[in-house]
């Protein structure tokens, strides 16, 4: 690990209080220098978004962290499948791949998706199913231990809740003119939403 590279998990991570050690080992182990592309490769580490191409972004660092550890499964070693709304370049999809057993992701932009397998693949991650399309229904009738959106949705998608898992959890944000990150969880009393955070995404696409 370059001294970059550690000090971003120092400074943007841990000091803003991530502690799971799940999550600071994936971040310890998948290098965001990878996923950004050539002319931007110099500001990797920096603390924030980076163009990765078609009106789309690498988020920052540490909300790929934030984001990752509220969907965090509860126990560690049992199987467990994530599904994530917009892969873009990959980062945060391979990040899921070091909490998850298996993770699948939808990207609607047909370079971006192919851009993300290159991307798993170069880390021989083989885990991860990227597929090509409409990620907004989510996938109807599958359900999962995490659920990650990766872009904006107008208003919140309550559809998605159905596909968690008795004590899953999903994290997104939501909104137009002010966006949240929302965080539900599949409790035995319902489903438990909450704001977590103010934030800017960019929007969720759809073939709507």
Known sequence: ??????NMIQTQIVERGIREARVLRAMSEIDRSLFVPERYRSRSYEDGPLPIGFEQTISQPY??????????PATDGEPTRALELGAGC???????????????????????????KKNLDALKID???????????????KTFHGILGAAAFSKYPEHLE????PGGKMVLPAGKESQYLYLSENSESGFL?????????VPMISED
Do not use: C, H
């Not at 690990?1 to 550690?6: E, L, S, V």
């Not at 885990?127 to 009738?141: A, F, H, L």
């Open 1 to 6: 690990m370059n001294p970059q590279w550690k």
């Open 63 to 72: 909300i790929v962290a934030f984001m990752t550890e509220a969907i965090l």
């Open 90 to 116: 990959g980062y945060q999809s391979a990040i899921l791949s070091r909490i998850f057993s298996r993770v699948t992701s939808f990207e609607l932009v047909p370079e971006l998706a192919e851009l993300a």
């Open 127 to 141: 885990n991860v199913e990227i597929i090509s399309g409409d990620g907004s229904r989510g996938m109807p009738g």
């Open 162 to 165: 159905q596909q968690l898992e």
């Open 193 to 201: 939403r909450k704001q977590i955070l103010a934030v800017r995404f």
